[in-house]
């Protein structure tokens, strides 16, 4: 699956460089960014801890090792302006690239989907049908859609950048939300089998 998405085309972001992927694995948690950044070797993945924003889901990872994680973004391959420096990607480049991300969830079943930040939750919630609640402070919201549970959140680099006070605030309430159910889920997977 990982090596079809490699050879996508559809959108041509893929010619300013090739679509960024974390290694394929079934996974408990999903970390679902916008888009992918310029690279500087083949080895970098999704979201990497060289950026704030996996920093920040590094730590939350760290606290939770037992939890399996993939990384990934809506849009896989990078897009650039005219200048060649990072854009934010359109709405045909997120809907040429959904299907991919839905499969990527489809082979490696996880069982929480954060998407991080409103651009990704809310075209996410137009794809999929489903009408996202706002987080309020630090209290996430859920919606469970085929089995698994998609989560809107604030973006980790919002966070580092604007209320970098309330980072552990952050981190506790994903955390919480990560234990709490993955709990049911293994509650509900006790009372059906």
């Not at 079809?4 to 559809?10: A, P, S, T, V």
């Not at 605030?169 to 509650?187: A, C, G, P, V, W």
């Amino acid at each position: 699956m990982i090596e079809q998405i490699r050879k996508c085309q559809k959108c041509g972001l893929c010619f300013n460089q090739k679509p960024l992927l974390d290694s394929e694995k079934e996974c408990q948690v999903f970390w679902v960014g916008l888009s992918a950044k310029k690279t500087l070797s083949d080895l970098e993945i999704p979201l990497s801890p060289e950026t704030n924003t996996g920093m920040l889901i590094q730590k939350i990872e760290e606290i939770l090792d037992e939890v399996t994680t993939y990384k990934t973004n809506l849009v896989k391959c990078v897009p650039l302006n005219e200048q060649q420096k990072l854009r934010y990607p359109n709405k045909k480049e997120i809907d040429s690239c959904f299907d991919n991300l839905m499969k990527e969830i489809d082979e490696m079943s996880p069982k929480i989907v954060f998407l991080l930040g409103e651009k990704v939750y809310s075209s996410v919630g137009k794809h999929l049908n489903i009408e996202f609640d706002k987080w309020d402070e630090f209290d996430y919201f859920y919606k469970e859609h085929d089995g698994t549970y998609y989560i809107p959140v604030h973006h980790p680099s919002y966070i580092y950048v604007y209320k970098r006070k309330k980072i552990d605030q952050y981190i506790d309430s994903i955390q919480n939300l990560i234990n709490m159910l993955l709990q049911r889920k293994q509650e509900n997977k006790l009372l059906i089998g």
